[in-house]
Nanobody, 123 residues
Framework: QVQLVESGGGLVQPGDSLRLSCAAS????????MGWFRQAPGKEREFVAL????????DYSDSVKGRFTISRDNAKNTLYLQMNRLTPDDTAVYYC????????????????WGQGTQVTVSS
């Protein structure tokens, strides 16, 4: 089992930045491809970004590409999401998610979810 705990969400203004963190405990952090999903009110949970176990491969959704940066520190068992130039469309609950590194990183392969952290972008 892996326990994932997100932090760093909050209320910010358009154009501001936030950094989310996800602390992992339990099984070996490097066994997993890690990433972020988000869910806005009334919408389905959607993929945001992923990073493979050694950081060798990274991918983003088109909606955040160029503004968000995913990273991980395997020594600290922590995943990060640096979010810049935030807009109201980024308002959502952000979830940290882990999938076995041998499997494709998509929603139906996620083995472990965090509890989520709220990000609200509003003037």
């Amino acid at each position: 089992q892996v326990q994932l705990v997100e932090s760093g969400g909050g209320l910010v203004q358009p154009g501001d930045s936030l950094r989310l963190s996800c602390a992992a405990s339990g099984r070996t952090f490097t066994s997993y491809t890690m990433g972020w999903f988000r869910q806005a009110p009334g919408k389905e949970r959607e993929f945001v970004a992923l990073i493979t176990w050694n950081g060798g491969s990274i991918d983003y959704s088109d909606s955040v590409k160029g503004r968000f940066t995913i990273s991980r520190d395997n020594a600290k068992n922590t995943l990060y999401l640096q979010m810049n130039r935030l807009t109201p469309d980024d308002t959502a609950v952000y979830y940290c998610a882990a999938a076995a590194r041998s499997r494709a990183y998509r929603r139906d392969n996620i083995e472990h979810w965090g509890q989520g952290t709220q990000v609200t972008v509003s003037s």
